[in-house]
């Protein structure tokens, strides 16, 4: 029982003396904090990565999303070995300011060479139509999954 008790006492000792009253902003520092951060310049990186999310113009394949299947499926080339393979290759990459692609990698694959031919064929599409926000040309990280159950050879 002593135990309970002293352990009781040592709780709302701590909870008496956590909590301290000189840090607590008062309404004038919070004002004061707000003109600062309307007088500083935000400075935007011309080199900073935008997610393809919240963009207010998506970057898009010529044609369409429909195009951009018809370009995988006439230069995806399928395994000799496994012909009939099914699946998605899940792939980001980055669409740059003129609309090429950098930076490609593949997250998951079906195996039997299908990450270095997908990495292949996303090198050999044609530049994209670049994101923008704010007016501007943007570098955007883009996930696009490559579908080879729909591939014929």
């Given at each position: 029982m002593k135990k309970f008790l002293i352990l009781i006492l040592i709780c709302c000792v701590q909870n008496v003396f956590s909590q301290n009253k000189g840090n607590q902003?008062?309404?004038?520092?919070?004002?004061?904090?707000?003109?600062?951060?309307?007088?500083e310049e935000v400075i935007a990186d011309e080199n900073q990565l935008y997610n393809a999310a919240g963009l207010e113009v998506v970057p898009s394949f010529p044609g369409g999303y429909e195009a951009f299947q018809k370009f995988l499926t006439t230069n995806f080339i399928l395994p000799q070995d496994k012909p009939n393979l099914k699946g998605k290759i899940y792939t980001t990459f980055i669409i740059e300011k003129d609309g090429s692609l950098s930076n490609i990698n593949v997250l998951?694959?079906?195996g039997f060479g299908t990450k270095e031919e997908a990495i292949r064929v996303l090198k050999s599409s044609s530049n994209w139509n670049p994101g923008k926000q704010n007016g501007k040309l943007v570098r955007v990280l883009f996930s696009a999954p490559i579908l080879v159950n729909n591939f014929v050879n």
């Open positions: 902003k008062t309404k004038d520092d919070l004002k004061g904090n707000l003109d600062n951060y309307q007088k998951r694959d079906l």
